[in-house]
């Protein structure tokens, strides 16, 4: 009974469940740009999306996990070092070092969620009657997903990491945006939406920072392994600027006191910076508090710009 246990909290631990909440958040705000801007709102395409979204992402947090095997085994550095994962670790869950899974099955479970999203998208496209793009958009989402950490692009593993997701989340957005929405002014998603595009690639390369020996140990050349950690701290500096003046899309498009609510990912992202620039990040403390500075603020990022669309349509009716 004890081993069924410990192999149920690993199953749950690795899918890394609190971190879902980045991806559902992403396509609600996606969804309800499509309602704020156009008044299109199908719940038949909401929910079934929010499972296909569900399945993608789980299919990258257990292959990833997978794929991450080696340098997770090597890493003494990550935030959350005692083990465990939580919202603001890095590294890794690390039920495959400690040895509670198995890492083909992982591999192999996440490959079967992908598999799993692909029936909803065609629900979505067919069922919800949605544009043409819809299972392009489905495939393409999946296909840079997948390649993120999986054979044979492994773009987490060639510099390509925070592309691949900057890439994948904007796909995200755009999508949830399209399956409602179709193609009418498909740009402004984009715009009200940037400060989540950029500060998704911004915190991974800062989080890659307490895991760059460990990558760089077992092969997986990130951006901070390549670069190295001093002039990849100018890129976090850069995005994390630029996502903070963004907010003011959203204050454009709504033209609404409730954008003020956005002040407050927006203050988290400038404490993550503070460290960064006065160089507090090269003792452990200092790069903790960017590390989760920065993660609280874009995980409250889509929700904030989520509740400033709802509340200004709300204060017009």
Not at 40 to 68: H, K, M, P, R
Not at 188 to 210: D, H, S
Request: glycine share 10%; with cysteine; charged share 15%.
């Amino acid at each position: 009974m004890a081993i069924t246990k410990t192999k149920a909290k690993a199953w749950i631990q690795v899918q890394k469940i609190p971190r879902h909440s980045s991806d559902v958040f992403s396509l609600v705000l996606g969804s309800v740009i499509a309602w704020y801007h156009v008044g299109q709102f199908n719940w038949l395409v909401f929910i079934a999306s929010l499972l296909a979204v569900f399945c993608i992402a789980n299919g990258i947090y257990l292959t990833n996990e997978a794929q991450d095997y080696e340098g997770d085994k090597l890493n003494k550095e990550r935030i959350g070092a005692g083990g465990g994962m939580n919202l603001t670790s890095t590294g890794g869950s690390q039920v495959l070092v400690a040895g509670h899974l198995k890492r083909k099955h992982v591999q192999l479970v996440g490959m079967l969620f992908f598999v799993a999203a692909i029936p909803l998208g065609l629900l979505v496209q067919f069922g919800g009657h949605t544009g043409w793009l819809t299972i392009p958009l489905g495939a393409l989402g999946i296909l840079v997903t997948y390649s993120y950490s999986n054979p044979p692009v492994k773009a987490s593993y060639r510099g390509l990491g925070e592309t691949f997701m900057m890439l994948g989340y904007a796909m995200l957005l755009f999508t949830a945006y399209y399956i409602h929405a179709g193609l009418i002014d498909w740009w402004i998603p984009m715009l009200v939406a940037m400060p989540r595009i950029l500060t998704v690639p911004a915190l991974k390369i800062i989080r890659n920072f307490p895991d760059a020996v460990a990558d760089a140990a077992s092969g997986k050349r990130t951006s901070v392994v390549i670069f190295g950690k001093e002039r990849m701290r100018w890129v976090y500096i850069v995005l994390i600027v630029g996502a903070v003046l963004s907010f003011a899309f959203v204050v454009i498009e709504t033209k609404s006191f409730f954008s003020v609510i956005n002040l407050w990912p927006a203050v988290l992202f400038i404490q993550s910076i503070i460290p960064v620039l006065n160089g507090q990040w090269k003792e452990r403390a200092g790069i903790v508090c960017a590390c989760k500075k920065g993660f609280q603020g874009l995980l409250l990022t889509p929700v904030t710009l989520t509740f400033t669309l709802l509340l200004s349509a709300w204060i017009k009716v």
